[in-house]
């Protein structure tokens, strides 16, 4: 593939893969500004977002960017988001909880997993943490996630 046909492939990816919303957020990952972006479609801020950080020869740290956000693309993983969890920013411990998730899903007998606890105590940001660790390290990966938040999306 030459340098032009992964550059369109990279805004093809951008434009399809993330919303605008998402953009940003890779935007702000690279320590861009967003506003500086023309166009008004998702298609057009793409092709602005690839074309800047060509000009600046940052395509690597773009491209990066894209797959620390959306590890699936190179995997092939789908995932279906709705109410996106971002507080776990800084997760620590619960080395116990995370192996337990680990050995589940090493175990192809088990095909589901329930974990129930009084709200508060951590639920969300454990398996979100281990979501996002697994997706892109594991052996047998996984072929679809499904992550439904309802505290994100006010359905409590």
């Known amino acids: 593939m030459t340098q032009q046909e992964q550059l369109v492939q990279l805004r093809k990816t951008i434009s399809q893969q993330f919303s605008k919303e998402e953009i940003r957020l890779l935007c702000a990952d690279l320590g861009e500004e967003y506003e500086n972006l023309a166009g008004s479609t998702k298609d057009a801020i793409a092709q602005s ?52 998730l680990d050995d589940w899903q090493a175990d192809a007998s088990r095909p589901m997993f329930v974990i129930v606890a009084l709200g508060g105590t951590g639920k969300s940001a454990l398996t979100w943490h281990w979501l996002q660790t697994v997706k892109v390290q594991a052996e047998r990966p996984f072929k679809l996630i499904i992550w439904h938040g309802f505290y994100e999306t006010g359905q409590v």
Do not use: C
Not at 53 to 58: D, F, N, T
Not at 61 to 85: I, S
């Open 49 to 100: 977002l690839v074309e800047w950080m060509e000009r600046r020869e940052r395509i690597p740290e773009l491209t990066d960017a894209v797959q620390q956000r959306h590890p699936e693309l190179k995997t092939g993983l789908r995932v279906y988001e709705h109410g996106r969890y971002n507080l776990a920013s800084q997760f620590v411990g619960r080395k116990k909880e995370l192996q337990e």
